[in-house]
Every structure is written in C-alpha cells, then in structure tokens.
C-alpha cells in the first residue's frame, strides 16, 4: 500500500488560498488519491478524489501530475472555519483481490487559519 | 454524501467490563465496514475489516479476541471492547463504502471511550 508524506503543519491567514502537497512515490495503478478534513473528536470527512490531471468541486481542487507520485489539494480562500488535519491517503478502486475501503492514513497536515 | 452513525457518541466504562459500540450506514449497504482507532494527536490506525456475513480481518498486532467485530448485516457493523483497561481508552471510529455508489469511504462521527 502506498504511503504518503505531507507537511506536518501549515499556517495561513484568512482569505488566502492554501495549497497542501503529498507525495505518494509507490502508488499502484489502481489507487485513487482522496483528501480528507478532521476536526477535533470528529471522524474524518470527505473532501475530494481524483485518480489523475484536476478535479475540482464546491468546496476544493486536487492537482495530479502525470505521474501520479503527488498531488496536491488546494482550498481557495480559506477561513477560520477550515483550521483542521487534512489527511491525504491512497487507495484502490476494486477489482480483483481489492483492499477496497482499507485506508491508511498518516500523520496528516495540521492547518492553521488566522483572522 | 452518504450517512454513517455510530453509537453511543462518547462511553465511560469501569476497568474489566466490556463495551460495544454500533457503526450503521443509514442510506446505503456496506458489506465491507473498517474500525479505526485513534489516541490523542495521533493519526487513525485502522484496525480490523468487518466482513458481512463473515469473519473480520484484523490488522497485524490488534487483538482479535479483545476487539471482538459482528458485522450481522448490510447496515450494522458493531466492535465490542472486552474486558478493558485505561490502556483501551481512545477515539474509535468506524467507516464504509457504498459499493453501489463511488469509491470513497464514509465516517462515522466517533465514540470516545474513556476506561476508568
């Protein structure tokens, strides 16, 4: 299973875009890369997935690059609201022999958000 | 997104009495639910794989027989603590995927079990 490797903090003003980078050099074919946000004492929520090139919805963007051995999660003008952990992980999609679900997570980038 | 609720959201228990705690998805079925486990400023360590219908995977050092795993149908995985120890306190949470709906995994809200 590929692991992954993310600041362990950052810190930002409101306002700001806030862009959290993770490498993932042994990621399998298979693995999507997915972005979750926790909260203190809160299991963690979804944010965004992708497998390659950009995806973007409401809330966040995900940058892949052609070889998929990072990615990128970018938040556009965050608020104090968005201080937490955001966790990147790495998984397969199913198939034949799928660990489909099992997630490993690590330790994480603690955002800071300042007014 | 979809829904998964665990109970009871926070447990105190006595040293050597055991606790079970429920993890269901509300709109979908999962065959497959994970249990995770995770102490103060640390990561979640996922811990077991709940199988409906079968037995759970435990990962590598968590005690199957301590952490006992039912996972008795499509909606309902429960993990029960037995005999605990202080050591057993911690924030467990349990997550699920909607095979019929997407690749990403959903979480419950956490049960803090505080051993006394």
């Known amino acids: 299973l590929a692991k992954t490797t993310q600041p362990i903090s950052m810190d930002s003003y409101e306002g700001q875009e806030v862009n959290i980078t993770c490498s993932h050099n042994n990621i399998a074919t298979n693995d999507y890369i997915t972005w979750y946000q926790q909260f203190p004492s809160q299991g963690p929520r979804f944010i965004i997935q992708?497998?390659?090139t950009k995806v973007t919805n409401e809330v966040a963007s995900l940058f892949i690059p052609a070889d998929r051995k990072s990615s990128t999660l970018s938040l556009p003008r965050v608020s104090l609201s968005d201080t937490a952990v955001y966790y990147c992980l790495v998984g397969d999609m199913g198939g034949r022999g799928s660990t489909l679900g099992r997630l490993y997570f690590g330790r994480g980038t603690q955002l800071t958000v300042w007014p | 997104g979809a829904v998964v609720s665990q109970h009871p959201s926070r447990v105190i228990c006595k040293s050597g009495t055991s606790v079970k705690i429920e993890c269901r998805s509300l709109d979908f079925q999962a065959t497959t639910m994970f249990w995770y486990r995770q102490f103060p400023k640390q990561s979640l360590m996922l811990m077991a794989t709940s199988n409906e219908g079968s037995k759970a995977t435990y990962e590598q050092g968590v005690e199957k027989d301590k952490f006992l795993i039912n996972h008795a149908s499509l909606t309902l995985s429960t993990l029960t603590v037995t005999s605990a120890h202080p050591e057993d306190s911690s924030f467990y949470i349990c997550?699920?995927?909607?095979?019929?709906?997407?690749?990403?995994?959903?979480f419950g809200q956490g049960t803090r079990l505080t051993v006394v």
């Open positions: 997550s699920a995927r909607d095979l019929a709906g997407g690749t990403e995994a959903f």
């Open positions: 992708g497998y390659k």
